[in-house]
């Protein structure tokens, strides 16, 4: 490996464009698309040192998810599909701050840090959204990969979720699924169209859905599933406006519906007809309706987690098998679906920080690990003795016949959930599936239990990091004094609920509040935004 390389490179094609320094955050690199051309070249460099250390392949996806058309980012995919690990999450950072001239020796001392030897070869997957920047962005990722002597591996146009799912097969011999779109697709088909059998419809279920794109990649590969599936889940598409239209998650997509709680532009609103949306990069989605009186109703992260985990258990009491199930959420689940899974489900809750990283982490403590982001993000993990004993139970003549069936339905119900991320597509066939096994329209769903009003405010201070919390994020520990003025606050409010943390993806502060009524709710993250400025 020539380490000359990296500074030409750097110098002559990929200069230091930023004087401030910039964080590898919750969701990796993200910020204007133009201040963006270093960072990636950057990160090809950094890919290969990892993939070197891991010996495997590492994945490295260019994306803003749900951020406006002109910005952009990138994060990195560790061997098992997962997001890369945390310790090398301040070597990105560093990485990507040293100025152009250090940047040959902080590789250097990377590799001796990590004792990692450059003479193995490595592949780097490289996957993009549909941003009119993300070309030329994935070009630089490969003059990184290259200027470290790696072999990059352009996968075009992908979703975030794709991405993950091609990393796991590579590095797997192809054992979790073919690497390539077309094995996504058939994997996923095939498994969902077992599933639901030649019986398209089952009581309230219709398999008709309109499908928001976000005008973004979601849209474009929603479009395989359309041809695979044909009769079997009618998925209506909306929202595919073309590349570089500036439509990009404007006024439609996951997050604008789950944060503005409003039904997006360019759906046509038939009432009571269930609807979804997903992001940017089509790893969250959120299902809706309006009811006749036009009336809007959001289901959102929490409300698919609590369907999963509710189905999971019934399919699993029916195995017979001894499989613990859990849920994780972060506090910002709604306090009404903690309720119900913990009282009605009798399904065991855990919490855990913002951040997909540690919900992915906490559920693999489980056999069967349901974990949601309330914004929509989420999957279902099984571990190896989960597998290992349906695998068994499906084949064997231990268990009766019924039993037995229960075991096969299982399995191929893990083969339609992406478990190394939140998928949307794959949720929504997953959500499709147990819609349809139950016979339940979307009220049907949505009748299992009712929201608390709730309210997220952005507070935009000095230095957000002089709030720090404990507890899963919903104590302050600093500054003093505010978690008791909080406390103060909540004790006044019917089922009051609310705490303050620093965002990891912007420069604010998030409150959140929930109570039982919408204008005490309100009122309530008011109150406690006050006590933030
Ligand atoms: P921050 O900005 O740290 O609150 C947001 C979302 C997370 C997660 C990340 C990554 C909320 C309240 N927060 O994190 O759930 O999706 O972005 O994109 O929705
Ligand atoms: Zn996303």
Redesign the pocket.
């Known amino acids: 490996t020539s380490y000359r390389t990296v500074y030409a490179f750097a110098r002559e094609m990929h200069p230091k464009t930023v004087k401030h320094d910039i964080q590898y955050?919750?969701?990796g690199f993200?910020t204007k698309a133009s201040n963006l051309g270093y960072i990636m070249y950057r990160m090809g460099l950094l890919a290969v040192l990892r993939s070197r250390y891991k010996q495997g392949i590492i994945g490295v996806m260019i994306t803003a998810?749900?951020n406006p058309e002109c910005d952009n980012g990138v994060k990195l995919i560790d061997p098992h599909g997962e997001m890369m690990e945390q310790s090398w999450e301040e070597l990105a950072t560093k990485v990507a701050n040293v100025q152009d001239d250090e940047l040959e020796q902080t590789i250097r001392d990377i590799v001796q840090d990590y004792n990692i030897d450059m003479s193995i070869r490595v592949n780097i997957l490289i996957g993009k959204d549909t941003r009119p920047s993300s070309p030329s962005l994935a070009k630089s990722v490969i003059d990184g990969v290259l200027a470290l002597s790696g072999k990059p591996i352009d996968f075009g146009i992908v979703t975030t979720p794709q991405m993950h799912y091609f990393v796991k097969c590579r590095n797997t011999q192809n054992e979790y699924g073919v690497a390539t779109e077309e094995g996504y697709y058939t994997k996923l088909v095939s498994a969902f169209k077992k599933l639901r059998g030649d019986k398209y419809n089952n009581k309230n279920y219709e398999n008709r859905i309109l499908y928001d794109g976000a005008n973004g990649v979601g849209a474009k590969k929603i479009k395989y599933f359309q041809e695979r599936l044909g009769e079997c889940l009618k998925i209506v598409l909306y929202n595919d406006a073309g590349i570089g239209t500036g439509k990009l998650n404007h006024l439609c997509g996951a997050?604008y519906v789950?944060?503005q709680q409003l039904f997006p532009t360019g759906v046509p609103s038939e009432p009571n007809q269930r609807c979804a949306s997903v992001d940017g990069d089509a790893d969250?989605i959120v299902f809706y309706y309006n009811d006749e009186n036009d009336k809007f109703h959001l289901l959102d992260g929490d409300r698919i987690a609590t369907l999963v985990a509710s189905y999971l258990k019934e399919i699993v009491s029916e195995t017979g098998l001894d499989l613990n199930l859990g849920l994780v959420q972060?506090a910002?689940a709604n306090g009404a679906s903690t309720d119900y899974i913990t009282e009605s489900l009798k399904v065991p809750v855990a919490c855990v920080s913002?951040?997909?990283k540690y919900l992915h982490h906490k559920a693999l403590e489980f056999d069967i690990g349901v974990y949601f982001?309330?914004?929509g993000?989420g999957t279902v993990t099984f571990s190896k003795n989960a597998k290992d004993k349906l695998n068994q139970a499906a084949k064997g003549n231990i268990l009766t016949e019924s039993q037995q069936q229960a075991a096969s339905k299982l399995l191929a119900l893990i083969d339609v959930i992406n478990e190394t991320v939140g998928d949307a597509i794959a949720d929504l066939l997953l959500v499709e599936t147990i819609l349809h096994a139950k016979g339940w329209n979307i009220q049907d769903w949505e009748q299992t239990y009712t929201d608390l009003p709730n309210k997220?405010l952005k507070v935009t201070v000095q230095d957000r990091n002089v709030i720090t919390t404990k507890d899963a994020e919903r104590q302050c520990v600093t500054p003093n004094g505010l978690q008791e003025e909080i406390n103060d606050l909540v004790k006044k409010y019917k089922r009051g609920r609310s705490f303050v943390?620093?965002?990891?993806?912007?420069d604010?502060v998030?409150v959140?509040a929930e109570a039982s009524t919408k204008e005490e709710c309100d009122k309530l993250a008011a109150q406690v935004a006050q006590k933030v400025y």
């Open positions: 955050g919750t969701a993200r998810s749900h997050d789950k944060s969250r972060t910002y913002t951040g997909v982001e309330a914004n993000h997220l943390r620093p965002s990891g993806t912007e604010i998030r959140y």
